[in-house]
């Protein structure tokens, strides 16, 4: 089974893209390339719709990893069977995302690379979605939603730039200290590891979306800090007024 191109990874901005089915079943679709990033590393899967040659268009509801290195499946929003049915390897597609959902799930990813650098512990659980995003810190310390609001603010308005970069195995088995996530390691066996960078506030390794520059994340809160348990301090981040995409 070939692996899909994950245009995704080199630019987080890339609406849609042409494509050939690969593969087509009950799970859903797989492409040969896709900009439709698959569930993971706490990120929630895109949703968008995959447009046949005809016109006729996919409900694609989740984006999901296979059952092997490298498979994306598109998965269908319920009721389109016979749509499915339709597709074939071969046949070309045009995969186009949810763009507004996408460029919410960047703000939010990019915004919890800023808590990691106002909050220097280990995280042990993380979520992005749509409509919030929340890190779970390895701490028994109290926090302060006032200060974390404040230090927010500053590097979104500092406007740092955001990149992406790689580096082998061996460099990141040099500074393991790159690594916050307890429960979420980088894939290896590929000899490279993905890095997001902000200029002068964090650099980690990530796999996700994120925006070009802090201040496209716009204005952002703390909306819950929980006690979870004795050694895990939950934050809940939420835009702070409506989001147009």
């Known amino acids: 089974?070939?692996?899909?191109?994950?245009?995704?990874?080199?630019?987080?901005?890339?609406?849609?893209?042409?494509?050939?089915?690969?593969?087509?079943?009950?799970?859903?679709?797989?492409?040969?390339?896709?900009?439709?990033?698959?569930?993971?590393?706490?990120?929630?899967?895109?949703?968008?719709?995959?447009?046949?040659?005809?016109?006729?268009?996919?409900?694609?509801?989740?984006?999901?990893?296979?059952?092997?290195?490298?498979?994306?499946?598109?998965?269908?929003?319920?009721?389109?069977?016979?749509?499915?049915?339709?597709?074939?390897?071969?046949?070309?597609?045009?995969?186009?995302?949810?763009?507004?959902?996408?460029?919410?799930?960047?703000?939010?990813?990019?915004?919890?690379?800023?808590?990691?650098?106002?909050?220097?512990?280990?995280?042990?659980?993380?979520?992005?979605?749509?409509?919030?995003?929340?890190?779970?810190?390895?701490?028994?310390?109290?926090?302060?939603?006032e200060a974390l609001d404040a230090g927010l603010a500053r590097l979104v308005a500092e406007a740092h730039p955001v990149h992406q970069r790689w580096i082998s195995e061996a460099e990141l088995d040099a500074n393991p200290s790159l690594v916050r996530s307890m429960s979420v390691q980088p894939p290896r066996g590929l000899g490279r590891i993905r890095v997001i960078e902000i200029d002068g506030v964090d650099m980690q390794p990530c796999g996700g979306t994120h925006v070009a520059n802090t201040a496209e994340i716009g204005p952002i809160v703390v909306t819950k800090i929980e006690k979870k348990s004795a050694m895990t301090r939950r934050v809940v981040l939420g835009f702070a007024k409506p989001a147009e995409g």
């Not at 296979?66 to 390897?89: D, N, T, W």
């Not at 512990?121 to 919030?132: E, F, L």
């Open 1 to 145: 089974m070939p692996t899909t191109e994950e245009l995704f990874r080199e630019d987080a901005a890339l609406a849609e893209c042409s494509a050939l089915v690969t593969a087509s079943d009950e799970r859903g679709v797989q492409l040969d390339r896709t900009v439709f990033y698959p569930q993971g590393g706490g990120q929630a899967g895109d949703r968008g719709e995959l447009v046949l040659e005809d016109g006729s268009v996919l409900a694609i509801a989740d984006t999901r990893k296979g059952a092997l290195p490298g498979e994306i499946v598109h998965v269908p929003a319920a009721g389109q069977e016979a749509l499915l049915a339709r597709l074939a390897p071969g046949q070309r597609v045009l995969a186009r995302i949810d763009v507004q959902r996408r460029r919410r799930h960047m703000r939010f990813h990019t915004a919890t690379h800023l808590l990691c650098a106002l909050v220097p512990h280990a995280v042990d659980g993380c979520s992005i979605t749509a409509d919030y995003a929340r890190l779970d810190f390895h701490m028994n310390e109290p926090l302060a939603r």
